[in-house]
């Protein structure tokens, strides 16, 4: 008797080979996908391995599939960021080639998320994570706004800094909270309540970032970020200003981090202790040094907060917020 695969109908015949071409074929096209989606994945592992030092630390406690999602969703964001940080025009583009790059990035990005697909690997690693995680133009179109704003505009009001920091880091919350549950469903009242968790977290990284750089934003780049602030002349009493409105926003995440999926808790945890102690350097940091220095965590305490967050995130939930 001749062995049959599972399920096989023993009153037919094996296809003629003409048919089973096709399936030949196909399987080689989903081969070459799966390869193309592994080399552009990869791809985006080597921005975030170049470019973060406290992210990248962080990311690597995520579980696998999260920390290619979130490696995914850094190397879109970090090429695009770089193009207005100084990249583009060290390459010789004027501030209208730079633009002209970023709308480029832009269309190329959302055709992707159309279609699953793009020539620009890191745009196509993105898509991978975007069309598998619920990531969508809601999202990325505020971010490129924002990215657009660095070419066109030096120093902000209340609302342009609003709009600002929502498109350059809250959204960036947001997708990287959708990675962490990797498709699977969420009910839209706890995904409201997770969201406004992942904005103040983002809105956070975003303000240290901007307080740590205020020397090499003005000096370099001309810019001035926080409304009413002049960077030359920052004063004891705005820094503390500044540091408390960070606070607040760290404080605001921290009480959601044990609501998130066990696999992206110990690197969220990670992540926002490692910029809540940044945050305290800058406080103990006299304002006037801050133009010149750029605060920074040593590596062997980060070693401590990162290994703190671990045990933190193995202890089940017990003393979180």
Known sequence: MTARPPGADRNHSAPPAASRAPRAADRGLRDSSARYDDVAQRAAAVVIGRYSTSFGAASRLLAPPLRRHVRNIYALVRVADEAVDGVGAGHGLDDAAVLAALDELEAQTEAALRSGYSANVVVHAFAVTARRTGIGPELTRPFFASMRTDAQRSEHDPTSFDAYVHGSAEVVGQMCLRAFFD???????????????????????????????????????????????????????????????????????????????????????????????????????????????????????????????????????????
């Open 183 to 321: 498709g699977a469903p969420v009910q839209p009242v706890e995904l409201s309540v997770l969201d406004a968790g992942a904005r103040r977290l983002g809105a956070a990284f975003q303000k240290v970032n901007f307080l740590r750089d205020v020397g090499a934003d003005v000096q370099t780049l001309g810019r001035r970020y926080f409304p009413g602030v002049d960077p030359a002349q920052l004063t004891e009493t705005e820094k503390r200003r500044l540091v408390a409105d960070i606070d607040a926003d760290l404080a605001a995440a921290r009480a959601v981090i044990g609501r998130l999926p066990s696999g992206a808790r110990a690197a969220v945890l990670a992540a926002h202790d490692l910029f809540a102690e940044l945050n305290a350097r800058l406080r103990r940091t006299p304002a006037a040094d801050l133009l010149t220095t750029r605060v920074s965590v040593p590596t062997g305490r980060k070693a401590r907060i990162v290994a703190g967050a671990v045990l933190g995130a193995r202890r089940g939930g017990r003393g979180w917020a």
